[in-house]
């Protein structure tokens, strides 16, 4: 694991004027540089051996590129609408598969979840609010994670039959800051919180972990076979980027209990 020593802001002009402020972090334990867009903000990674003029380059470098994501973010559909307590009729939404869909509370003697053309449809108890938002964890998470599996289900087999491998077992959770990973024994695990995000991103993520069967690191090797699987990765590694944050942010709610 990387271990975050040293952090610091630098200031770039903006092409609309206004200053670009973004954080340096100095890591412990990484190659390259990477600027990236959280939510808190612009954030630049360093190896700690990287000068602070050579960082500030790479940034404005990319300055064109980090700027248009600001903007799409700005401009994204809004993020997720959770009524405290959840109740009845209360106007709510929830991402699957990259669309914002509405989300129709109700009230029933038994909780329920299905999903139907006009949106998703949850019945829940009626209690008190915190009582009501764990019932509604427990049915969004097996909803979310029976959803998810079906679409490895139908992803999976492509790629299994050209590397001729498969992975062990498959566990779908909430995962902290990753997005999947492979153990040593091929158990392959996957963050719940892709079934929010577009298929690409899902895919991405299924093929960058099914490469790890063969190729345990992030060398040369594992791209090149990334690339042969998935021509496409890199715009599909973007489009997790821009997304990733939103999505696990949306989980969180969802499942808190």
């Known amino acids: 694991m990387s271990r975050l020593v040293k952090e610091r802001w630098l200031e770039l002009a903006g092409s609309n004027g206004?200053?670009?402020?973004?954080?340096?972090?100095?890591?412990?334990?990484?190659?390259?540089?990477?600027?990236?867009?959280?939510?808190?903000?612009?954030?630049?990674?360093?190896?700690?051996w990287v000068p602070l003029y050579e960082a500030a380059a790479f940034a404005e470098h990319k300055r064109e590129w980090l700027e248009a994501v600001i903007s799409e973010q700005a401009q994204r559909r809004p993020p997720i609408d959770w009524p405290q307590g959840l109740p009845a009729g209360a106007p709510a939404n929830l991402p699957l598969r990259g669309e914002l869909i509405p989300l129709h509370l109700a009230d029933a003697p038994r909780p329920s979840v299905v999903l139907r053309g006009d949106g998703l449809h949850l019945a829940l108890p009626p209690r008190l609010p915190a009582q009501r938002q764990r019932i509604a964890a427990g049915q969004l998470r097996t909803f979310l994670e029976a959803q998810m599996r079906a679409d490895v289900a139908a992803m999976m087999p492509a790629y299994v039959e050209r590397l001729g491998r498969a992975p062990t077992h498959l566990r779908i959770r909430p995962l902290r800051s990753l997005w999947g990973s492979?153990?040593?024994?091929?158990?392959?695990?996957?963050?719940?919180?892709?079934v929010m995000a577009a298929p690409a991103a899902l895919e991405y993520v299924l093929v960058h972990e099914l490469a790890h069967l063969f190729e345990r690191n992030h060398?040369?090797?594992?791209?090149?076979?990334?690339?042969?699987?998935?021509?496409?990765?890199?715009?599909?590694?973007?489009?997790?980027?821009?997304?990733?944050?939103?999505?696990?942010?949306?989980l969180a709610l969802a499942l808190a209990r």
């Open 18 to 48: 206004q200053p670009l402020l973004i954080r340096i972090i100095d890591v412990a334990r990484t190659r390259h540089l990477r600027l990236s867009l959280g939510r808190d903000g612009p954030r630049l990674t360093k190896p700690r």
């Open 182 to 194: 492979l153990s040593a024994r091929d158990h392959l695990s996957l963050d719940l919180a892709l």
């Open 219 to 250: 060398g040369p090797d594992f791209w090149a076979l990334v690339a042969r699987l998935l021509p496409d990765f890199r715009d599909r590694q973007q489009l997790l980027r821009s997304e990733g944050e939103r999505v696990k942010s949306a």
